[in-house]
Each structure stands twice: as C-alpha cells, then as structure tokens.
C-alpha cells in the first residue's frame, strides 16, 4: 500500500505515521517511510538513533545531486533541464533503515512556491512518482499540512490519504482544506482520523465535525506520546492502546484497499 498522512501542524501526523509503520513491519511487510515535512521529525518519533540520523539529509537541500541528475543547479529559474531526471537509486542511496524501516527525507523547495517549475521540484515530483510507481513495499509519507508533492501525475498512485484531526474546529477547518487540495488532485480514497480523543464526546465531535470525510479510526489521547518524545523512543513501545487503535487503522486500510 501506499499511504500518504497529512492535517495541521501539531495534530499528530508524525505519530500516527510512526505507528503505522512500526505495525506494518510487525506483519512482515517491507515498509518505506518518507519525512516530507521541511521539519523533519519523523526519525525520532520512529526511534532511530541519533548516529543514524545524522546520515540523513533532505534530497531537496542536496544540490550536487540535483545539479547531476537535472543539470540545472538549484535556485535558478528558467533555463532548460531535464524533466525525467534518474531517481530510482535515490531511495536506497540515500536513505538509513532501523528495525525494518527504511526512512527517507524530501524536504521542501524553498523558492517559487509548491507549484514552482524549478531543478527541485521537478526531481522531488519525479522521485515521488517512481517510489509510489515502482517501489513494492509499504509507503508511508509523512506530508506537511498539504498535498503538494502529489501532484496530479501520483494522485492515483496513493492508495489512500489519510487526514488527521483532533477534537477542535480549527484542526477540522484544516481537514477540509486539505480534503479540497485533494480532490483537485483527484485523490479518491480520502479518509479521516481522529486523534487526541480523550472520550467518547471527543470522538462524537469530531464524527459531527467531519467534513464529509469517513472517519477510518480513532487514536486516544495518551501521555505516553510525549514520555516517547521525552526518552526519544517510539510511542509503539510504550502504548499498548496505541497500539491496538492503530492495528485497527492499519485493519481498516487493508479492507478498503483498491
């Protein structure tokens, strides 16, 4: 499956991507996790060591790489270069696996906007398409509070975008935001989880809140969140209900998988 995670910033994304990626793996699946966010913070919610993660940087900030493949270097508008630049080595190269996840980091086109025809954009958007194409492991993509590496392209490769939600009006305001940015893309299997909830009435507002969008789970309000953040651990470890509301999740995607 390839499943893409956004919603507001602070609403839980990078956790509830994190857990799903440490259940697919206990399932025996293969799983490629993506930090798209120009904050990454993926690695630590999945619990990979700092040594590890110094290893990492965000294609978008490797100019060298983008200059090779390209042959524009970045920052520069207009000019020619190449727009189906080689991307199928990228992921294993440059990425580092722990506990049978494999994690890789876009990071974000700083110039001319998300819909910017630049060196960046076109290798970032080149490489989304051949992992979500050609890539036969479970993709998780941690996004920003948007849709903008998915452009009409990979729309119809993502099995489902998951949108995040807590129990407030602003968050689901953003919700349906990003329900609109995605069904210009023609994103069709859009679903919403609720996060945060910390009883039955939170769950209840969110399910009447919800802007027109199925509600696919629910994850609880939980401490052991920041203690993960804290011991820098994943909440995996120290969440049992967690645990369990993401199996749910995960359950659920199997079931409404095109």
Do not use: W
């Amino acid at each position: 499956m390839k499943i893409a995670v956004s919603g507001k910033g602070g609403v839980g994304k990078t956790t509830l991507a994190s857990l799903l990626a440490h259940t697919f793996v206990a399932r025996g699946f293969q799983v490629l996790a993506i930090d798209v966010d120009p904050s990454p913070c993926l690695a630590d919610a999945l619990g990979f060591p700092r040594a590890l993660v110094q290893n990492l940087k965000p294609i978008a900030e490797m100019e060298d790489l983008i200059t090779e493949r390209t042959g524009a270097k970045p920052g520069t508008m207009g000019g020619f270069f190449k727009l189906n630049p080689r991307v199928d080595d990228i992921p294993d190269r440059f990425s580092v696996t722990h506990r049978g996840i494999r994690l890789l980091e876009l990071g974000a086109v700083k110039q001319g906007g998300s819909g910017c025809i630049c060196a960046e954009s076109v290798l970032l958007r080149q490489l989304v398409s051949q992992i979500l194409l050609q890539r036969n492991e479970v993709v998780l993509m941690d996004m920003y509070a948007g849709v903008e590496h998915l452009g009409r392209a990979t729309a119809d490769m993502v099995d489902a975008l998951l949108i995040v939600a807590e129990p407030t009006a602003r968050s689901l305001a953003t919700a349906a935001q990003i329900k609109q940015l995605a069904t210009d893309l023609r994103i069709q299997h859009l679903y919403l989880v609720g996060n945060k909830a910390q009883d039955q009435a939170d769950r209840e507002f969110i399910a009447a809140n919800s802007p027109g969008l199925t509600i696919i789970g629910f994850l609880s309000a939980d401490k052991a969140v920041l203690d993960a953040d804290r011991e820098r651990k994943p909440v995996y470890d120290l969440s049992p209900t967690l645990v369990r509301e993401a199996a749910a999740i995960a359950d659920a995607l199997g079931q409404n998988e095109p």
